[in-house]
């Protein structure tokens, strides 16, 4: 089994919390959050991770994910091809065909990558998103019709369902993914309209890394559960 992970983030808005690294290599607790990645999915079966990345950083990536259990490979994109076209490009790195699964690998997650590709299987179709209820950033307000408040809720999940970007993708999903812009503008809406596109619901960790902020609560996040450094 192989996976694609999209490492092109540049983390401007990391800004000197990143070290002039790659958004992917920006250390948490000592490992750089690609490296968390590697680590599940070769828990998952995984023996080959293809890294999607900026010209000239394949060398960083290499090494910085040495020795965590998978051989990496790199995909150096001749230039920005979005993240559609960063995994149609990395996927041309393949050694084996079939599904594969690909994911962002400038975040902390706990997604069951062999749950992921058990469900992908069974529902047949052409790829399989994760989604999940991510905390909402703002307290609720209890109001009924009258416009009376009856109270307040705290760290509570939106009522909907987001995409948190890890996926099991089929040849044919590869195949129809743009060769530059988005797949979930493009390629994704259509597999939805036939029916070719299936849902994995994630009820656990999902952090996304993008500000300073988000940086910290990643790291008290793996302070407080060591099992995330075993």
């Keep these: 089994m192989e996976a694609i992970i999209l490492a092109g983030g540049k983390a401007e808005r990391l800004g ?25 999915l070769v828990s998952a079966g995984v023996d ?28 150096e994109e001749p230039e920005r091809l979005g993240r559609g076209g960063g995994i149609k490009f990395a996927a041309r790195l393949r050694q084996s065909s079939g ?27 052409a790829a399989t998103l994760t989604v999940a209820r991510p905390k909402s950033q703002f ?3 209890d109001v009924d019709e009258t416009d009376v408040v009856h109270g307040f809720r705290e760290d509570t999940q ?30 994704f ?10 849902a994995y619901r994630h009820a656990g960790l999902w952090l996304t890394v993008n500000t300073p902020k988000e940086l910290r609560v990643a790291i008290e996040h ?9």
């Design 139 to 141: 307290g609720l307000v």
């Design 158 to 187: 939106v009522p909907y369902w987001v995409n948190c970007g890890n996926y099991v993708l089929a040849e044919e999903a590869i195949e129809r993914f743009p060769d530059r812009g988005d797949h979930e503008s493009t390629t």
């Design 48 to 75: 080959r991770v293809i890294v999607s990345c900026a010209s000239g950083q394949g060398p960083f990536f290499q090494a910085a994910l040495a020795g965590l259990g998978a051989e990496i490979a790199v995909a």
């Design 99 to 125: 599904d594969i699964y690909a994911l962002n690998g400038d975040e902390l997650v706990d997604v069951d990558f062999s749950a992921l590709l058990a469900r992908h299987r069974e529902a047949g179709g």
């Design 189 to 198: 809406p259509e597999l939805a309209d036939e029916g070719r596109l299936h």
């Design 16 to 40: 000197d919390a990143a070290g002039g690294r790659p958004k992917a290599l920006v250390e948490v607790a000592g490992t750089p959050l690609a490296g968390y990645q590697v680590r599940r």
């Design 222 to 230: 793996v302070a407080a559960h060591p099992e995330w450094l075993a």
